[in-house]
């Protein structure tokens, strides 16, 4: 059993930046991978971000490489995804997803995801 608990969403400007936060707790040893989905009005839920708990090791979706970072910090099992030069086409709402096995973008292969928080980006 893991719970996922995000913050961190909300409304931003175009060129801004937010930082979400996805604090794991109970059995965290089981966590392989932390990832990042997303999901914005009418359109499917599109893979972010993906990190690997043991090694660090961090995977990007092409539309936010060189602007969205995620990192760790093990001592607080959390998560973060930190999201610089924002853009409208980057609203949606945001979920950490864990899962038990290497699984960087397939949705599926996440066993437990987080509430989902609303990003806004105003143009």
């Known amino acids: 059993q893991v719970q996922l608990v995000e913050s961190g969403g909300g409304l931003v400007q175009t060129g801004g930046s937010l930082r979400l936060s996805c604090a794991a707790s109970?059995?965290?040893?089981?966590?392989?991978?932390m990832g990042w989905f997303r999901q914005a009005p009418g359109k499917e839920r599109e893979f972010v971000a993906s990190?690997?708990?043991?090694?660090?090791?961090?995977y990007y979706a092409d539309s936010v490489k060189g602007r969205f970072a995620i990192s760790r910090d093990n001592a607080k099992n959390t998560v973060y995804l930190q999201m610089n030069s924002l853009k409208p086409e980057d609203t949606a709402v945001y979920y950490c997803?864990?899962?038990?096995?290497?699984?960087?973008?397939?949705?599926?292969?996440?066993?437990?995801w987080g509430q989902g928080t609303q990003v806004t980006v105003s143009s």
């Open positions: 109970g059995r965290t040893f089981t966590i392989v991978t």
């Open positions: 997803a864990a899962a038990r096995s290497r699984s960087p973008q397939i949705p599926s292969l996440y066993a437990y």
């Open positions: 990190l690997s708990w043991s090694g660090g090791s961090t």
